[in-house]
């Protein structure tokens, strides 16, 4: 913490809600969830065939071929592991973050 930044403001940083993908009782509603609040620029959550990161976005490679990203890419926070096969994601959109173990 800087001079600049107080413990107030570092709470209004936080997101309201902590999920992780463990949290969700099925792979659907994950992807409901996901499509709903971290939306793609084309197709579904459900049709990804694998994430990857390049430069500092998050990828998609759907089922078709396609490679997409997330239609508001500043929601891509983090991720952990190799930027070809990453272990984890971590969204964010600033009311609730949530990491996805793959």
């Known amino acids: 913490m800087n001079a600049f930044t107080s413990a107030d403001t570092l709470q209004k940083q936080l997101p309201e809600r902590l999920l992780s993908s463990s949290d969700f009782e099925s792979r659907a509603e994950m992807h409901e969830f996901l499509d709903a609040n971290f939306p793609l620029n084309e ?6 065939r694998q994430y990857l990161i390049y430069y500092q976005n998050l990828l998609a490679i759907l089922h078709s071929g396609r490679c997409v990203g997330l239609t508001f890419a500043g929601q891509f926070a983090d991720y952990e ?21 793959l």
């Open 43 to 48: 197709g579904s959550h459900r049709d990804v």
């Open 81 to 101: 592991g190799h930027k070809e096969s990453p272990s984890s994601i971590t969204l964010n959109n600033g009311h609730t973050q949530i990491e996805l173990e």
